[in-house]
């Protein structure tokens, strides 16, 4: 199943922890008054139970970890390692838990020159993120590097594109 499942999109794990349930516009006093947040599974595109329970499913565990730590202790990549680990527990209780937030994640830009296409993969979990380029796309190899500002010319050919 796939996360994307109605024409508004859905919220990511990463979106859900980097949420802050005090708005920083609050003085003290009113903070004071913000005593908890609700995570919400809207379900007019949702037709089972176990669709359900895919969306909430860790998103309910971020929110979880929002709302019971301070913002200064909170450490997403932290979390996303610690998450890891509560996967096997989640199948052996039976829990449709979504595993989407490890996927890695493709951007695209038109590249500087006509025919060139500059991609980003970001791998969310995997320490850090890295980035492959491909120029004039099925004709010439592809290079990484850590960013692509830090991208030469010089780095070894992952793949070598098609004649």
Not at 136 to 152: I, T
Request: aromatic share 8%; with cysteine.
């Amino acid at each position: 199943e796939r996360d994307v499942s109605d024409r508004s999109g859905y919220t990511t794990v990463q979106k859900v922890y980097a949420y802050e349930p005090v708005p920083e516009e609050l003085n003290g006093e009113e903070a004071r008054y913000i005593l908890g947040a609700q995570g919400n599974v809207w379900t007019e595109y949702i037709l089972t139970e176990d669709h359900v329970e895919y969306m909430a499913v860790p998103r309910m565990l971020a929110l979880s970890e929002v709302l019971w730590s301070p913002a200064a202790l909170r450490n997403e990549t932290d979390f996303l390692h610690r998450l890891k680990a509560e996967f096997p527990k989640l199948e052996r209780l039976n829990v449709n838990a979504a595993q989407s937030m490890f996927d890695p994640v493709l951007h695209l830009a038109q590249g500087t020159n006509t025919g060139e296409v500059m991609a980003a993969m970001e791998c969310p979990c995997e320490g850090q993120p890295f980035a492959l380029e491909c120029a004039q796309l099925g004709r010439s190899a592809l290079h990484r590097s850590r960013s692509l500002s830090e991208r030469q010319p010089h780095h070894p050919r992952l793949v070598q594109g098609h004649p």
